[in-house]
């Protein structure tokens, strides 16, 4: 018996971290009979899907403002709107924002779009559609390939086989034109992607922003359509719909444990986690900050892989090879977010007189894609964007209860903050990145300066220290060619098992790891609750 | 297969004389088939040439080394006897600004010495990189000499092929499999990342990973292209490259002499107006002076824009292969000043004529130096501080310039085709020329003194003269998406074209660029199993 306190009891499954994949794990292994204990660091759970006061009466979506959209199964399976999760979706998906003082408006509604879209370019309008169908299409098949655990590569298993043949014979179904599209369109950037379908310079940046949103590309760079791609297999909309949970996206988790509690599921919160405990190459359980230490039939980390297998576990139990391999696991993060609490809407001057409708979608500024690809530039030398990327949201508008009567909420989104700065660190930048974004919004919202009663900056060392996210990687984990299905997060490992036996993933580092959308969560507790059994 | 068509005079015309039409042409002459070859220019070769720019000056204008010529070709046509004779292009030579340098050679132990100077870690991890490598070439070898399949059928044949390329994946060790992903989606930068730290070290390796694509060296995919360059390979040694004696024209010179010892007619100055399409099937070509030359089989090297947008009147193909032409990204990127020199280089970091003026000198100082040459291309600006690779055949062959002169090859890059609205480059080139002797005058000041002649390609040129589209020397961007079965067009990567009995030949088709020759052969050998001709 160790000489520190334990708790005595062996438990059976700990899951390290309550982000929303965490708990959608938790649930699926209560379902499975486990009773699984999940330890979150934090005083509440969620993840990066929380909602914060960050000024009195003020609340905020504090990091990811907009809903994945979560899987259709999982959201069936527990049951959320009957743990009390209501979305809103506004009429306006997006309003992109031009220098000139024009804006281009894009409506949830497929056809309404188009019809706003033809006073730009007719034949725009036309391939809208087009592009919307064939992300339909291809979305499809690729959401197939998400919901899939990647095969064994070197002996793929009688379930491998007929899931890939599935997929496979879907992928076959989509017909030679769409399935050459899936196989050209991975590698390719989002820029040509877009160049493609349309003439319209802010339609093809506004929708090839979505290819570089939280990661370490450019429009111009390969490899940013596979981004674009994947997040259209969870949402075929061409700019990416959006979906306000009632409370911010912090709902989404609240509703989620509470489903985990119901279905037997244990949560403990300010439980931070210093070791998992391994012996002789198995998992044997954790040992908390406080210094209370829990065994555990298994351990399920849904903290990020770096942070997993370099941090929490003592490298002494892995291979030098394998170390070598999760260091060069890529995980620098560009995105920063900052929250604003305001007494006013801002003015937009391209919306000037219009109805506050229009601001109740994404607002973006991705002018065009030379202006994205600028910005990126600068993040490639380790500076932040002077003029940079933004996605922002109102979240007040649809939902008052977040903001004081007449007052309102602003979410901003900001790319490139790289992780690493150039002979700076990001103490002494949080404030200069802070009046970059709000001199960049500035410029379309004149008012902007005078309505703002407080700024929240998060930085991606922020990101990193507060939530927990290594290099302040959104995604935990780049988004690319070489980091996706069987090579997520590394090949021979993207089964959501470890080297160390008994310690599983199931965070945004597995596949299929995009966003708030639960997949990677389900996908594990899968693997794991058939590992277990055996 | 069918009895030659007496109606027509030629089995097959091959549109082009470059090195992949002659080696076109070559092996199916060898299999008894009457072939023509129909060149525009003057002389042949296309961008394998070898031109007396200025008096006494032999200047191999464009492709400037070899190492990529498949060996069965070489073997095949039996090219030493023809007159093709390599001569070792020995080292890489980066100077500093900071007055160092680093300077690789074969000699693997100086070599591990220098790089140790730099940084020991990194000397270990060189020769572990260069197993690495060679066991990746190890892979893609067969495939560069195979057809590509074609995923999108459920031909069992087409399929096999597939499964065979899955095998040998799977029979890769899982350290290989790790490599071999990495390399077919990485960045250069992010790839040798991995194992070195000394930045001039990646800053040059991964400059092999840009050339004659519109990429960065942080750009996803070019780890892939640094393994095509990677993958040279002469007398079965990986990695080595080379001057042909008299110039990269040479070795053009004896793909010609092999393919008229085996009966092919050669004619130049014969641009073509059109291909003849009659009922979906070609019969033929019609010259720019009107004559009619009718062949069973049009075997095209030229690129698909010129060949299904120029040279065939609309109506004849189908809208979605022509969307595919279309389509097809070209982006040329580089370009090339050649001096005729009075003296030699005289490099600040290591001055005096010695063994690093033989081997290829790199203008590659650091990666951030190679990825802000690119920025500035992205927005359509040559590059004010380019990527250069230098070469000076005439200390390995003087042969190409009077006694005591010398030749200085330079392939810059960032050159892009499309310059930023209100630049042309009939105004910039002369501009883009002397930008590229003073970036050289950085590291060798003397050189501004001895140049007799200099002349400038650029991308604009590559298009006029050697009817490069867009001046891509590749015949079109080695990018993922244009790769393997999606080159040049998806559907369309074996060599026929929706056109019957009219066939592609040239480096857009797989496996690409560079003086490799495989294109030709591969067409050659699709052409002779169809029976077409």
């Known amino acids: ?534 | 297969m069918p009895a030659i068509s007496s109606s027509s005079k030629y089995d097959v015309i091959v549109i082009g004389g470059g090195h992949n039409g002659l080696t076109n042409a070559a092996y199916l002459a060898k299999a008894g088939k009457k072939v023509l070859v129909l060149e525009r220019r003057h002389i042949l070769g296309g961008a394998a040439c070898t031109e007396e720019v200025f008096p006494g000056f032999k200047f191999s204008v464009c492709s400037y080394v070899v190492s990529l010529l498949r060996p069965e070709i070489i073997r095949d046509l039996d090219l030493p006897r023809h007159g093709l004779e390599i001569l070792p292009l020995d080292g890489t030579f980066t100077p500093m600004p900071n007055g160092d340098h680093l300077w690789r050679v074969n000699d693997h132990g100086k070599t591990h010495r220098e790089i140790a100077r730099h940084s020991r870690v990194d000397a270990e991890a060189y020769d572990e990189f260069g197993k690495a490598m060679q066991a990746m070439c190890r892979f893609v070898k067969p495939i560069l000499g195979m057809i590509p399949p074609d995923p999108a059928t459920l031909n069992p044949k087409e399929l096999m092929k597939l499964l065979f390329i899955g095998r040998r994946f799977q029979g890769m060790s899982s350290e290989d499999k790790y490599n071999q992903v990495q390399l077919m989606t990485m960045s250069a930068i992010d790839f040798l990342d991995q194992w070195f730290e000394t930045d001039v070290l990646k800053a040059t390796m991964s400059a092999s990973g840009i050339i004659g694509t519109f990429l960065g060296v942080r750009s996803p995919g070019t780890a892939y292209v640094l393994l095509h360059h990677y993958m040279g390979e002469i007398d079965g040694a990986f990695r080595a490259w080379g001057f042909a004696r008299g110039g990269t024209g040479a070795i053009s010179n004896a793909i010609a002499d092999a393919a008229r010892e085996a009966g092919v007619e050669i004619r130049t100055e014969a641009p073509i107006a059109q291909i003849m399409v009659k009922n979906g099937r070609t019969n033929g070509v019609v010259l720019a002076n009107g004559d009619e030359i009718y062949a069973d089989v049009v075997s095209s090297s030229v690129d698909p824009r010129l060949t299904f947008t120029k040279m065939i009147e609309p109506g004849n193909l189908p809208d979605e292969f022509m969307e595919g032409v279309k389509r097809y990204k070209f982006r040329g990127s580089s370009g090339k000043v050649n001096m005729a020199l009075d003296g030699l280089p005289n490099f600040k970091c290591m001055p005096g004529v010695g063994a690093h003026l033989r081997g290829a000198m790199s203008i590659s100082p650091s990666v951030e130096y190679m990825e802000k040459a690119y920025d500035e291309a992205k927005y359509g600006h040559w590059s004010s501080h380019p990527y250069i690779d230098m070469v000076i055949p005439t200390l390995t062959d003087t042969s190409l310039a009077p006694p005591g002169k010398h030749i200085l090859s330079c392939f810059v890059q960032y050159a892009p085709y499309k310059l930023a609205p209100g630049l042309d480059w009939d105004t910039e080139k002369e501009k883009f020329g002397d930008n590229v002797v003073n970036t050289i005058a950085e590291y060798a000041p003397n050189i501004k003194d001895i140049i007799l002649h200099r002349q400038v390609v650029t991308p604009l040129d590559l298009e006029r003269t050697w009817g490069l589209t867009e001046g891509n020397i590749f015949q079109g961007e080695l990018s993922l998406e244009q790769l393997f079965f999606l080159r040049p067009v998806a559907g369309w990567a074996q060599f026929r074209s929706p056109i019957k009995n009219l066939y592609m030949c040239g480096s857009a088709t797989h496996p690409g660029g560079g003086i490799m020759g495989a294109p030709g052969r591969l067409a050659a050998l699709e052409i002779l199993k169809d029976g077409a001709a």
Not at chain 1, 9 to 36: S, W
Not at chain 1, 514 to 528: F, K
């Open chain 1, 1 to 534: 018996m160790p000489a520190r306190k334990s708790s005595g009891e062996m438990r059976d499954v700990i899951i390290v971290g309550g982000g929303h994949n965490g708990l959608v794990t938790a649930f699926y292994l209560a379902k499975a009979g486990f009773k699984p204990l999940v330890l979150e660091r934090r005083a509440q759970v969620g993840g990066a899907a929380i909602t914060e006061e960050f000024h009195s009466g003020f609340r905020c979506s504090t990091l990811a403002h907009n809903a994945g959209p979560l899987r259709a199964d999982i959201v069936r399976d527990m049951q959320l709107e009957k743990h009390g999760l209501k979305f809103t979706t506004p009429e306006v998906n997006t309003v992109s924002l031009l220098p000139d003082g024009r804006a281009l408006v894009l409506y949830s509604d497929a056809k309404r779009a188009a019809g706003e879209i033809a006073q730009w370019s007719q034949k725009d309008a036309a391939s809208y559609a087009d592009f919307g169908a064939a992300l339909g299409k291809i979305g499809k098949v690729i959401g197939e390939a998400l919901a899939l655990t990647p095969p064994n590569i070197d002996s793929p298993s009688s379930g491998d086989l007929w899931g890939m043949l599935k997929t496979g014979r879907s992928i076959r179904n989509l017909g030679k034109k769409d399935l050459y599209r899936v196989l050209r369109w991975g590698p390719m950037a989002a820029a040509d992607l877009v160049a493609e379908f349309f003439d319209t310079e802010p339609l093809r940046a506004t929708i090839a922003a979505r290819g570089i949103f939280g990661t370490f590309l450019g429009p111009w760079s390969a490899g940013s359509a596979l981004v674009l791609l994947l997040r259209a297999a969870a949402d075929p909309s061409p700019a990416g719909s959006i979906q306000f949970p009632a409370g911010g996206t912090g709902a989404i988790t609240q509703a989620m444990a509470a489903a985990a509690r119901q279905a037997g599921v244990e949560i403990r919160t300010d439980a931070e986690i210093a070791e998992i405990r391994v012996k002789d190459g198995v998992a044997t359980g954790v040992v908390l900050a406080s210094g209370e230490e829990i065994s555990a039939r298994a351990v399920v980390s849904n903290a990020d892989p770096k942070r997993t297998l370099m941090r929490l576990v003592d490298p002494a139990h892995l291979s030098p090879d394998f170390i070598q391999k999760i260091k060069n696991y890529r995980c620098m993060g560009t995105a920063a977010k900052v929250n604003l609490a305001l007494s006013a809407l801002p003015e937009f001057t391209a919306l000037k007189g219009k109805s506050d409708g229009l601001l109740r979608g994404r607002i973006q500024i991705s002018p065009e894609i030379d202006y994205l690809e600028r910005a990126f530039d600068e993040s490639k030398y380790g500076n932040f964007s002077r003029q940079p990327y933004l996605e922002m949201t109102i979240p007040s508008l649809a939902d008052p209860s977040l903001a004081p009567a007449g007052q309102h909420v602003m979410s901003v989104y900001m790319q490139y903050a790289p992780y690493t700065l150039k002979n700076s660190d990001w103490e002494s930048q949080r404030k200069a990145l802070g009046e970059t974004v709000v001199k960049a919004m500035a410029q379309y919202a004149p008012n902007l300066p005078q309505v703002i009663l407080r700024h929240q900056i998060i930085t991606p060392k922020d990101l990193e220290e507060t939530y927990g996210l290594t290099g302040g990687h959104i995604f935990h984990g780049e988004l690319a060619l070489d980091q996706f299905f069987t090579m997520r997060p590394l090949l021979d490992w993207a089964r959501y098992g470890t080297p160390i036996e008994r310690l599983y993933l199931c965070g945004s580092g597995t596949h299929p790891g995009t966003g708030l959308t639960g997949g990677s969560g389900a996908n594990a507790a899968r693997e794991i609750a058939k590992a277990l059994k055996k």
